[in-house]
């Protein structure tokens, strides 16, 4: 029987990689089945189901949130997304990593100040107790 | 030794990503090669009027001169543009960056801090997107990113690279061998859009990941020589302690010897 390699990666890492008999793939434009020997194909795809059924007949199903795929006669490649993608989630992000940035150069809520700040609390009690025993002499 | 099993783990992440970027590259270089005529504006050299920096650094201290050996990079590249006339625009990953900047100033237009032991893409989207958006928009022409890279447990070494725009993937002898080609769905002037954006965000996970492996490394030695300068001091004091008891005993002695020849004289 023909197969078909699959190799489903992340930029985090390899999720699953083997050999099929046939593949599903929710495509930007529609649901897409991959027997082997499919013309070489490049697409985006949407959030949905990975479906892939593997040469003893077994299925499996991996869920993505999208990604890129990338087909060529015995190997499919999924160019899965790691994180929910979309253009309003994407600008929130990057609003959140802007308004993260002012907080940061303000010095509002900054955890990594705390070690700076204790320094501080250590010099300043020094001197208040080294100010005492000058009272005291 | 955490640091040391956490530098293995980093590495297998390294390890992780790189089948993923190779692959993404090679579909740009199809995707460049399928469409000689159009020049997506991330694939144009223009010129430098304001650039931008992603500088990836630690959240936590404790790692000797990683970070300070970073910055300098950063500072010069900074004075080198400053006498070009160039402006310079930053984004800062780690809290080291975030602390360090807000002394020094500078234009910093995002941050991404507490990525924690596994760095996540997800983490960084926000503030890769500010800078591909103010490439596309024309407010930086150029865009660097900059990192330590491990060398080895004993050498990171900081790292400017080149991340828009990308004149520097080789389109490669592989493509051109190839006389086939993909069907493109939708168009693939979009598609190039999608994957250039997720080639640039796998770039600079990478960067992420092998800064963190540094990090790693250099607490490493850092603790190492910690422990081994602790270790000096104790052999001194010590010695100092075993002296300064000899020299007790001594005297006693002499003490007790004189009173007793005092006594029978």
Same mark, same amino acid.
């Given at each position: 029987?023909?197969?078909?390699?699959?190799?489903?990666?992340?930029?985090?890492?390899?999720?699953? !990689?083997?050999?099929?008999? @046939?593949?599903?793939? =929710?495509?930007? @434009?529609? $649901?897409?089945?991959?027997?082997?020997?499919?013309?070489?194909?490049?697409?985006?795809?949407?959030?949905? &189901?990975?479906?892939?059924?593997?040469?003893?007949?077994?299925?499996?199903?991996?869920?993505?949130? /999208?990604?890129?795929? #990338?087909?060529?006669?015995?190997?499919?490649?999924?160019? %899965?997304?790691?994180?929910?993608?979309? +253009?309003?989630?994407? #600008?929130?992000?990057?609003?959140?990593?802007?308004?993260?940035?002012?907080?940061?150069?303000?010095?509002?809520? $900054?955890?990594?100040? *705390?070690?700076?700040?204790? &320094?501080?609390?250590?010099?300043?009690?020094?001197?208040?107790?080294?100010?005492?025993?000058?009272?005291?002499? | 030794?955490?640091?040391?099993?956490?530098?293995?783990?980093?590495?297998?992440?390294?390890?992780?990503?790189?089948?993923?970027?190779?692959?993404?590259?090679?579909?740009?270089?199809?995707?460049?090669?399928?469409?000689?005529?159009?020049?997506? =504006?991330?694939?144009? &050299?223009? &010129?430098?009027?304001?650039?931008?920096?992603?500088?990836?650094?630690? +959240?936590?201290?404790?790692?000797? /001169?990683?970070?300070?050996?970073?910055?300098?990079?950063?500072?010069?590249?900074?004075?080198?543009?400053?006498?070009? +006339?160039? #402006?310079?625009?930053?984004?800062?990953?780690?809290?080291?960056?975030?602390?360090?900047?807000?002394?020094?100033?500078?234009?910093?237009?995002?941050?991404?801090?507490?990525?924690?032991?596994?760095?996540?893409?997800?983490?960084?989207?926000?503030?890769?997107?500010?800078? *591909?958006?103010?490439?596309?928009?024309?407010?930086?022409?150029?865009?660097?990113?900059?990192?330590?890279?491990?060398?080895?447990?004993?050498?990171?070494?900081?790292?400017?690279? !080149?991340? *828009?725009?990308?004149?520097?993937?080789?389109?490669?002898? #592989?493509?051109?061998?190839?006389?086939?080609?993909?069907?493109? $769905?939708?168009?693939?002037?979009?598609?190039?859009?999608?994957?250039?954006?997720?080639?640039?965000?796998?770039?600079?996970?990478? /960067?992420?990941?092998?800064?963190?492996?540094?990090?790693? %490394?250099?607490?490493?030695?850092?603790?190492?020589?910690?422990?081994?300068?602790?270790?000096?001091?104790?052999?001194?004091?010590?010695?100092?302690?075993?002296?300064?008891?000899?020299?007790?005993?001594?005297?006693?002695? !002499?003490?007790?010897? /004189?009173?007793?020849?005092?006594?029978?004289?």
């Amino acid at each position: 029987m023909a197969t078909i390699q699959v190799d489903i990666v992340s930029a985090e890492g390899e999720i699953y !990689s083997g050999d099929a008999s @046939m593949v599903y793939a =929710p495509a930007k @434009m529609g $649901e897409v089945g991959i027997s082997p020997r499919h013309a070489p194909l490049l697409t985006a795809l949407k959030p949905g &189901e990975v479906r892939i059924e593997d040469t003893e007949g077994k299925e499996h199903f991996f869920y993505i949130t /999208g990604g890129i795929l #990338e087909i060529q006669p015995h190997i499919v490649t999924v160019l %899965a997304d790691t994180a929910l993608r979309g +253009d309003e989630l994407d #600008e929130a992000a990057a609003l959140q990593a802007q308004q993260d940035a002012e907080e940061a150069l303000a010095g509002i809520s $900054e955890e990594t100040d *705390l070690a700076r700040a204790q &320094e501080e609390l250590a010099e300043a009690r020094a001197r208040y107790i080294a100010a005492q025993r000058l009272k005291g002499r | 030794m955490v640091a040391a099993s956490k530098i293995r783990k980093a590495q297998n992440q390294m390890e992780a990503s790189r089948p993923y970027a190779e692959r993404i590259r090679r579909v740009i270089g199809h995707l460049g090669n399928a469409n000689p005529d159009y020049k997506h =504006p991330w694939l144009v &050299e223009r &010129e430098v009027k304001r650039v931008g920096y992603i500088v990836i650094s630690t +959240d936590r201290g404790l790692c000797g /001169g990683l970070n300070i050996n970073m910055f300098k990079t950063v500072i010069n590249e900074l004075s080198k543009r400053k006498e070009q +006339d160039v #402006e310079v625009d930053l984004v800062l990953v780690g809290a080291k960056a975030v602390q360090f900047f807000r002394r020094l100033g500078g234009s910093v237009v995002g941050t991404a801090t507490h990525l924690g032991d596994k760095p996540h893409v997800n983490d960084l989207i926000g503030a890769i997107k500010i800078m *591909l958006d103010s490439y596309s928009e024309g407010t930086i022409d150029r865009l660097f990113l900059v990192h330590n890279d491990f060398v080895n447990t004993m050498s990171q070494v900081p790292q400017v690279k !080149s991340l *828009l725009p990308v004149s520097a993937i080789d389109l490669g002898e #592989e493509t051109l061998q190839d006389h086939w080609d993909y069907i493109y $769905e939708p168009e693939a002037t979009e598609l190039l859009d999608d994957v250039l954006m997720r080639y640039i965000e796998s770039q600079v996970y990478r /960067g992420a990941v092998e800064n963190f492996a540094c990090e790693m %490394a250099a607490k490493m030695v850092a603790m190492k020589s910690a422990t081994d300068n602790a270790g000096d001091i104790i052999d001194e004091l010590q010695l100092a302690y075993n002296k300064a008891r000899q020299a007790s005993i001594t005297q006693e002695i !002499s003490e007790i010897v /004189g009173g007793a020849a005092a006594v029978s004289g």
